[in-house]
Each structure stands twice: as C-alpha cells, then as structure tokens.
C-alpha cells in the first residue's frame, strides 16, 4: 500500500515563525502536492511538483514556498506564519498518469497564535 | 482558471434515502473526473472516478456516478444510504493536459439519520 507521511499531526506556530512541514512517499511517485482544507471552502491546491526540483503554483500560492529536492520528499514553507495560515495541510501525491488517483497523507492541522 | 461546484453544502437524509450530490466544472476541454470522501477523522480516500468509455462508472460501497458531458456534470448517487455513508463528499476535476493538477470542490457533508 502506498504510504504518504506528514511528520507532524498537529503543530503551533507563532505569527512571524518559519514553518516547514515535510511530506514522503515510499511509492515512487512522480507528483506530489499540497493542499489545505478549511471548512465551507474544500481542498484548495498550494503547489504541485511532477519532478524532482520542479514547482507549479496552485490557486492559492500567496505565503508560502515549495521544496522537492528528492523525488520522494516534498516539503511546505510558510516563510512567516500569520494567523490566516491557520488549517488542516494535506499532502498528496500520485503516479505520473493523469488518470490516477492521488493517494493523500494523513493531514497536519496548523495553528498560528 | 477551472472550478468545479457542488450544489449542496449540507445534505440530511435517514437511512434508505436516495441520494444524489450534484457537481458541475468549467473546462472546455477533455476531463478526468473523481469522487473522493472523506469519513470522520480519517484521510480522504477515492470513491469512484471517470476518464473515458461508459459514462456510468460505480464506485465502492454502491456509488456511482455519472458523466453528462453536454452538462459539464459528474453527479454522485446512490440508491439507500446507510448511516455509515455519513462523511463528506469532495469532486474533483484534472483537466486532461499536461501541467495541470485535481481541482477541488468545496465539499458537501452528508449526514444520514438512523
């Protein structure tokens, strides 16, 4: 079974503070990404990286950075929290076909005091 | 940009109900569409998906779907719902091209009374 870890279930963070949350799959998988849920808004989509040392921005970029300098580890940077970084951070990640299923991990929930 | 809507934000059934969780995406071009839920305290985990071929495609636990490309619509259904079904309901839309990732909607939560 593919596995995608998070390193951390929850986290608190200081406004101002540099946070990095890592995320790696055992599967080989080409794609990886990051969303966050926040209720009444769904999934909405960070970054997305199809290989190694690539980045695409997603909808919602604003605050944050990527970094995939291994295939299997994609990390998130919040360069300096701030409160409405607040939320549930779901990594992902999927084989390079389009028509395959993202196999996500099992969230960080972020809290910015 | 692409979005993709669903319908209903919250949706109350009992059991035996039928449901059926409307989706619509703005894209011209081809799609692949998913169905992905996510039950209390768990990881989102894929129901059923579409990418060609019949446009009826059944998924776990007695969902299916259906593709109505003229409508721009991939809406979830099933026939009885059970308690269990209780969770919410995300649809998702990669357009067929290179560069692309799953777009989201925003959720429908589903609450089934026993």
């Known amino acids: 079974d593919v596995k995608v870890t998070q390193s951390s279930r929850y986290l608190v963070k200081r406004t101002g503070e540099k946070v990095f949350l890592e995320c790696v799959q055992d599967m080989d998988h080409e794609n990886m990404f990051w969303y966050r849920q926040d209720p009444g808004l769904g999934l909405r989509l960070i970054y997305f990286?199809?290989?190694?040392?690539?980045?695409e921005k997603g909808d919602i970029p604003e605050g944050y950075s990527v970094s995939r300098e291994k295939k299997e580890r994609f990390s998130l940077i919040l360069e300096s929290a701030s409160t409405n970084q607040t939320s549930m951070y779901l990594c992902?990640?999927?084989?390079?076909?389009?028509?395959?299923?993202?196999?996500f991990g099992s969230g960080t929930q972020l809290s910015v005091l | 940009a692409q979005s993709v809507s669903q319908h209903n934000h919250h949706v109350i059934l009992s059991e035996a109900a039928s449901l059926e969780l409307g989706c619509n995406y703005s894209y011209g071009g081809t799609v692949n569409l998913f169905w992905y839920v996510q039950y209390p305290g768990q990881h989102l985990q894929l129901l059923l998906k579409?990418?060609?071929?019949?446009?009826l495609v059944k998924g776990i636990k007695g969902f299916e779907a259906e593709f109505i490309k003229s409508k721009f619509s991939f809406n979830l259904r099933k026939p009885s719902v059970q308690w269990s079904d209780t969770a919410e309901y995300f649809c998702?839309?990669?357009?067929?091209?290179?560069?692309?990732?799953?777009?989201f909607g925003k959720g429908t939560t589903l609450s089934v009374s026993s």
């Open positions: 992902a990640s999927r084989p390079g076909q389009a028509n395959e299923k993202l196999f």
């Open positions: 998702a839309v990669k357009p067929n091209q290179a560069g692309t990732a799953l777009i």
């Open positions: 990286s199809y290989d190694v040392k690539m980045k």
């Open positions: 579409y990418f060609s071929g019949d446009p």
